[in-house]
């Protein structure tokens, strides 16, 4: 890949053209750049988000800007976000580029209350190759938690890889890997210990120079120890393992990319408590296949896969084709999705409304079949 200079009114020199395809500068953003004609401007990567301004940098230079008034007021939602490509002129932040993709998620606060459910979306980060899904093996170790990340990456279009931490706690560790494979088809899974350094070598080709990862997962999973184990230096705070409740503790305040010594980026994020969905872009079916295989086979195309004749899922159960853990996450992922889509479209009194008479239509469905075998 290669800057092409000639193309553009933008200066750059080639030390800082290197540094640039280091940090993961592509055609995507040069055929953008190559539309913009100011010469005072030049690229830059958000690297970090303070209150009041962003840490970005241009490989070997890291500076403090601010953001363009003009940037809040963007119906695109281009406010920067840790790993957007901006365009910057004395340390204002004027254009941030189209990104390739976004990790987002639903607003916290509202998970689990339908009634309140946030249209607003939250961008953890932009212009991702892998997202780590860094699960603890304490009791930090959740089946239905891990569907729903893979759920919330697959939504975003984006790429999973399940990382097992704390191998050392146990001395079958591989027994987790399969347990999740189970539910993870076709996601690499891979199990270290940031302890005594065990499956970290498995993980450098998502280092190579240029690619960046976004590592999420609950607070105290070692997210920041695996983060300085592979930098080989302390670049994030951690804490001990908590004696009373067996899991990590939270460390981790701020989404910082952090440029690595193999070559590669990583956006250690603070600990997500609430696993809220913003959109629905097809990641349940792709999270779950076993079930989406079967229903597309039922008698019904709208079929809700609860009770109806011909339901091929429902089936599915009885010759144990589908795990009836697995349906109940599904149905409930599924419950969630629709209605905020309803919401996204419909206000909250209208979607209540509807929820409600679809409930007191299958109550009277209930009583009339009850009259009828009486």
Not at 72 to 96: A, C, M, R, Y
Not at 243 to 263: A, F, N, Y
């Amino acid at each position: 890949m290669i800057i092409r200079k000639e193309h553009t009114n933008i200066t750059c020199t080639d030390d800082i053209l290197r540094s640039l395809l280091k940090m993961g500068w592509g055609s995507h953003f040069q055929t953008h750049l190559d539309n913009i004609c100011n010469e005072k401007v030049f690229p830059a990567r958000v690297v970090g988000v303070q209150k009041n301004s962003f840490l970005i940098s241009q490989g070997n230079l890291e500076s403090l800007a601010t953001a363009a008034g003009k940037l809040n007021h963007q119906k695109e939602n281009l406010f920067p976000v840790t790993g957007d490509w901006v365009l910057v002129n004395d340390k204002v932040i004027s254009v941030v580029l189209p990104r390739k993709n976004t990790l987002s998620r639903g607003a916290a606060g509202t998970h689990g209350k339908q009634g309140s459910q946030s249209r607003k979306e939250q961008i953890i980060a932009a212009n991702l190759d892998t997202v780590f899904i860094v699960c603890g093996l304490d009791q930090d170790f959740n089946m239905r938690r891990l569907e729903r990340y893979l759920t919330l990456v697959y939504n975003c279009g984006l790429t999973p890889s399940i990382i097992l931490t704390k191998a050392d706690l146990h001395q079958n560790p591989e027994h987790y890997v399969s347990e999740v494979e189970t539910v993870a088809f076709e996601v690499p899974v891979h199990c270290i210990s940031a302890k005594d350094s065990i499956g970290l070598a498995s993980l450098e080709p998502y280092l190579s120079q240029g690619r960046t990862i976004a590592m999420v997962g609950s607070s105290g999973s070692g997210k920041s120890t695996l983060v300085n184990r592979l930098s080989g230096k302390t670049m994030q705070a951690t804490n001990l393992i908590s004696e009373s409740v067996g899991k990590g503790k939270h460390t981790t305040t701020t989404r910082s990319l952090i440029m690595m010594p193999q070559g590669g980026m990583v956006i250690d994020n603070p600990g997500i408590r609430e696993i809220g969905f913003w959109d629905d872009g097809g990641g349940l079916n792709v999270a779950f296949p076993e079930i989406e295989n079967l229903a597309n086979t039922c008698r019904f195309h709208d079929c809700s896969h609860t009770r109806e004749p011909g339901c091929q899922v429902l089936h599915g159960l009885t010759t144990g084709a589908i795990r009836k853990d697995r349906l109940d996450s599904f149905q409930k992922m599924k419950r969630e999705l629709a209605y905020l889509s309803d919401r996204q479209t419909k206000s909250a009194g209208q979607v209540e409304k509807e929820r409600w008479k679809e409930v007191s239509l299958k109550i009277k469905a209930i009583n009339n079949r009850r009259t009828n075998h009486a």
